[in-house]
C-alpha cells in the first residue's frame, strides 16, 4: 500500500461578540454615524493602504491582515466623546462582520440579527418519506434554499439512536436550519429504522448498524431521483459508521425497490421541488445517470467502532474524498489515533478540533462545523478573508 498524505489543521472556536471598544492609535478615512439597538455607532471606512498593523475582529474573532480594507467604529455618544472615551473604545472589523453596506444609507438598512442556536433562516422545508428495499418507510425532511436552486447536498446520518440519536440532533438540526440560506445546501436528514424525534418515528427496529445499510441507500436514492446536485454523506458518530460501511454500496443503485418517485407516492410534484420549481433540467439531475451515488463523506466524531480498516480500504480504492473531524477531547478516537487509522484512506483530510468533545455542544464548535462543511461542498459561500459562513442574517 502506498504512503498516504493525510491533511491535518487544527481549529480554534471563534467568540462572537459584538464589543465595541478598541485601540487608540488614528486611522483614515470619513466618519458616519450608524444606529443599531445598542446604541448609535461612529463608523470610519479604512482603505487597504491605510493600515500597516494587523488588528482582531470582534465579528469572526480572526485576523484583519495589514493592507486589507476595513471599518472601524466606536461609540457616538456625545458624553463620552467629549471625554475622549469614545475613541479610546474603538474596535477594527471586517467590513462583512461589521454588515457595513456602502450603497446605502444607514437609515436605509434592514434590521441584522446574529444568528444564535434557535435561529432558523429561510428555506423551503419538506417532510419526505424514504422507502427502504426492506419494505419500511422512514420519516425524513427536505430543506432547499428559499429562492434558488441548490449548489450540493448534505444527507445527514444521525448519531446512535439508542442513545438519543436522531434527525433532530442538535448540528443536523442546525444544518437544515442554516445552510439553505447560508450556503445554499440542500440538507435531507432522517430518522433511520425504530428512531424516533419531533418530526415522527421510523418503521422497523434498530438494526445494528447492518440492517441501516437499506436506509443509507433509500438516501442516496430518494436524493438522486430528486436530482439533488452534489451529493455528500454526512455522518456524526454512530452515523459515521453508516456511511463508512455503506454509503459506497448506492454508487449505481436504481430507485428503491425497483419503483420511481411516481410510483412510491413521493414524487417531484407531490414534495414541491419538481424540476420547474428548481429551474433543475432533466438533463443535469442525474436520472438515467449511471454515477447516481455520493461525491465523498464528512465525517464528524468518528468513532471506528463498527467500520473496518477492510471499509477504509474500499474508501480508499474509490478515490472518494473523506472530511474527518476529530474533537480534541472525544471520549472514543482522538486526533493522534484518528490520523493513524486513517492514513490507509490517501483522499482522507483529518482536522483536529481544540477544546470540542464529542458532542460538539456549544455555538462556537458548532460554527467550526458548518464552517467546515461549506468548506468542502461550496467554498465560494465563505467569507473572505477569514472564509467563514456569516454570523449575523439581513431580515427581510
Known amino acids: 500500500m502506498r504512503a498516504a498524505h493525510i491533511g491535518s489543521t487544527s481549529v480554534s472556536p471563534r467568540r462572537i461578540r459584538r464589543e465595541r471598544s478598541g485601540p487608540k492609535d488614528p486611522v483614515p478615512g470619513p466618519e458616519r454615524v450608524e444606529s443599531w439597538p445598542d446604541g448609535d455607532w461612529v463608523v470610519r471606512r479604512v482603505p487597504g493602504a491605510g493600515t500597516a498593523k494587523a488588528y482582531r475582529c470582534p465579528g469572526c474573532d480572526q485576523e484583519i491582515v495589514p493592507g486589507t480594507p476595513h471599518v472601524v467604529a466606536w461609540p457616538a455618544d456625545e458624553a463620552r466623546m467629549g471625554g475622549g472615551v469614545g475613541v479610546e473604545e474603538r474596535r477594527h472589523w471586517h467590513t462583512a462582520c461589521w ?8 437609515e436605509e438598512r434592514k434590521p441584522v440579527s446574529e444568528i444564535r442556536a434557535a435561529t ?3 428555506a423551503k422545508r419538506t417532510p419526505v418519506t424514504l422507502p427502504t428495499s426492506d419494505g419500511l418507510r422512514l420519516v425524513a425532511e427536505l430543506a432547499l434554499p428559499a429562492d434558488a436552486d441548490p449548489v450540493a447536498t448534505l444527507i445527514c446520518l444521525h448519531p446512535l439512536p439508542t442513545h438519543g440519536g436522531m434527525m433532530d440532533s442538535h448540528l443536523f438540526r442546525k444544518a437544515a436550519f442554516r445552510l439553505p440560506a447560508l450556503a445554499s445546501l440542500a440538507v435531507l436528514r432522517l430518522n433511520t429504522r425504530g428512531t424516533s424525534s419531533e418530526q415522527g418515528t421510523s418503521e422497523g427496529e434498530f438494526g445494528s448498524g447492518e440492517d441501516e445499510r437499506y436506509d443509507v441507500a433509500a438516501a442516496i436514492s430518494y436524493a438522486a431521483d430528486a436530482g439533488l446536485p452534489a451529493r455528500w454523506l454526512l455522518g456524526w458518530s454512530f452515523g459515521t459508521e453508516l456511511a463508512l460501511k455503506w454509503g459506497l454500496d448506492g454508487e449505481d443503485a436504481g430507485p428503491v425497490g425497483g419503483t420511481g418517485a411516481a410510483d412510491r407516492g413521493t414524487g417531484a410534484a407531490d414534495r414541491g421541488i419538481g424540476a420547474a ?3 433543475i433540467e432533466g438533463a443535469d439531475r ?16 468518528p468513532a471506528l467502532h463498527r467500520a473496518s480498516d477492510a471499509d477504509l480500504d474500499r474508501w480508499a480504492a474509490s478515490g472518494k474524498p473523506l472530511m474527518v473531524l476529530i474533537p480534541a477531547l ?9 490520523r493513524r487509522r486513517f492514513a490507509r484512506v490517501p483522499a482522507a483530510e483529518v482536522i483536529a478540533v481544540e477544546g470540542a468533545k464529542h458532542l460538539w455542544v456549544g ?3 458548532v460554527r467550526i462545523v458548518m464552517n467546515q462543511i461549506v468548506r468542502r461542498v461550496n467554498p465560494a459561500a465563505l467569507i473572505p478573508p477569514a472564509m467563514t459562513l456569516p454570523t449575523h442574517w439581513e431580515e427581510s
Open 120 to 122: 432558523v433562516l429561510p
Open 277 to 279: 420549481d428548481r429551474g
Open 330 to 338: 472525544d471520549d472514543y478516537l482522538r486526533p493522534d489515533e484518528a
Open 99 to 106: 454588515q457595513f453596506p456602502q450603497e446605502t444609507d444607514a
Open 363 to 365: 455555538e462556537p464548535y
Open 286 to 301: 442525474g436520472i438515467g445517470s449511471p454515477n447516481r451515488g455520493i461525491e465523498g463523506a464528512i465525517l464528524l466524531s
